[in-house]
């Protein structure tokens, strides 16, 4: 079984920096065959690429995002626009597939709204200028976030296959509209808690195409590992129990969720 974590934070040395080598291992020796490093800063991005070059020979395709998360959207000036863009001109060189993470947070307050808004929106646009996927977060600014994204549909400022919501907790009704936009949606560790509730709706409503599997790592390891850190390895608990939701096999759905991820991020991801 072949699985592709589309979302993981392999980059925050803190969490891995004594052990990153064993949670590649364990990784390819789970079946992982590609992670997504996902980036949240300037400084996050530079290490994802540090890691993409470093461990380019430890067996797992690695895979890199860039870009300014909607919590430290308040660092987002013109040096940080520079740099990403100076990043994006090489992008096949230096492995970058995705821009990301970016999005709208109103869950906790580092940044304004105004601030996010504007981080997303020129980044959104990198996205599309690129030719790259957009990878998105969304806590607590569904409305806000639909928003700024059907504009830019309307102006058809949004590739054709425009991204993905990644971790996606909204609701049956938020998800035909992302869907009808091109979007995809990705879930992770917590569609195996037992309080999981909109995903499970979500996910049997989703088209097969559309779904993408993550961990999120270090965060919200699945069961049986809730509550530890978490770590690609642990992406195939998110297989089985999307597989279970949809009553296929676990092995069709590592195959169809990896598919849709080549296709997604790009044939040679």
Not at 168 to 197: Q, W
Not at 236 to 261: D, F
């Amino acid at each position: 079984m072949e699985m592709f974590d589309t979302h993981a934070h392999l980059n925050w040395r803190e969490e891995y920096k004594d052990d990153i080598d064993q949670v590649l291992k364990n990784a390819k020796e789970a079946g992982v065959t590609h992670i997504m490093l996902a980036s949240s800063d300037i400084r996050d991005s530079q290490i994802s690429l540090d890691v993409h070059e470093a461990k380019k020979d430890c067996g797992v395709k690695l895979s890199c995002m860039v870009g300014v998360h909607p919590e430290t959207a308040s660092s987002f000036d013109d040096a940080a626009k520079f740099q990403l863009e100076t990043w994006l001109s090489k992008k096949e060189e230096l492995g970058i597939v995705a821009v990301g993470e970016i999005g709208m947070d109103y869950h906790y307050d580092d940044a304004s709204p105004v601030a996010e808004a504007t981080a997303f929106i020129y980044q959104m646009g990198l996205a599309y200028r690129h030719d790259l996927p957009a990878v998105i977060h969304e806590r607590d600014a569904c409305e806000d976030t639909l928003f700024i994204l059907r504009s830019l549909y309307e102006q058809k400022l949004l590739r054709e296959v425009p991204g993905v919501l990644h971790c996606f907790s909204g609701s049956v009704e938020t998800a035909k509209i992302l869907l009808d936009m091109g979007f995809y949606l990705g879930f992770d560790g917590p569609i195996t808690f037992k309080n999981a509730r909109k995903a499970p709706d979500v996910i049997r409503m989703c088209p097969l195409e559309r779904l993408l599997v993550e961990t999120d790592s270090p965060y919200m390891a699945p069961v049986p590992f809730r509550g530890h850190r978490n770590e690609p390895a642990y992406v195939k608990y998110v297989v089985e129990e999307m597989a279970r939701l949809k009553e296929i096999s676990p092995e069709e759905m590592a195959k169809i969720t990896t598919e849709n991820a080549q296709r997604l991020f790009g044939r040679n991801t």
